[in-house]
T-cell receptor, first 109, second 115 residues
């Protein structure tokens, strides 16, 4: 069964806008990760946030984690056409990485 | 560094036929995963190896699926016989686990179509 559930499922934005995706989960976690998948490709790790962290930045990415609400958000600032992809959150519980259904993001040039 | 290598990239077979997928993880990565990804869904774990030992195979449909990781390096995933519902992308991933965080490096996947 899928652990994380991303919201919204599909997002279409103009280049230069920000994109925000949310993820909820149900069990305890060691950390939460976000991955990107371009069409027809494998997943690529973007960023990891540990259970004792609340916010983390990496380039144009900002991730937050609220363990009390069992939720996380991923913000991509100043989006580019190359950001068009599916984005998955994944929860790590005792080395079992469980993925959500994913968010499809389309950035229109 | 070559990354995680999977083959074949694409496979089309008729139902009831056998099929096998091969994965070569990143050198030095002792943990290897097989995931299945259905269209429009996230990856679902099939099996996890620590070296040559399968430490998490609770979600592997053992009636038709089998996997092995001889010598703790390359791994193969086999389906016999294949069913229509097995059409999916089979992803292999590996990690060294040394950082204490389970960050996975994925291969490009093997897309299976069962007719």
């Amino acid at each position: 069964s899928q652990q994380g559930e991303e919201d919204p499922q599909a997002l279409s934005i103009q280049e230069g806008e920000n994109a925000t995706m949310n993820c909820s989960y149900k069990t305890s976690i060691n950390n939460l990760q976000w991955y990107r998948q371009n069409s027809g490709r494998g997943l690529v790790h973007l960023i990891l946030i540990r259970s004792n962290e609340r916010e983390k930045h990496s380039g144009r990415l900002r991730v937050t984690l609220d363990t009390s609400k069992k939720s996380s958000s991923l913000l991509i600032t100043a989006s580019r056409a190359a950001d068009t992809a599916s984005y998955f959150c994944a929860t790590d519980d005792r080395n079992r990485l469980a993925f959500g259904k994913g968010n499809q993001v389309v950035v229109i040039p | 560094e070559a990354g995680v290598v999977q083959s074949p990239r694409y496979k089309i077979i008729e139902k009831k036929q056998p099929v096998a997928f091969w994965c070569n993880p990143i050198s030095g990565h002792n943990t290897l995963y097989w995931y299945r990804q259905n269209l429009g869904q996230g990856p679902e774990l099939l099996i996890r190896y620590e070296n040559e030992e399968a430490v998490d195979d609770s979600q592997l449909p053992k009636d038709r699926f089998s996997a092995e990781r001889l010598k703790g390096v390359d791994s193969t995933l086999k389906i016999q016989p294949a069913e229509l519902g097995d059409s999916a992308v089979y992803l292999c991933a590996s990690t060294d686990g040394d950082s204490g965080a389970n960050v996975l490096t994925f291969g490009a996947g093997s897309r299976l179509t069962v007719l």
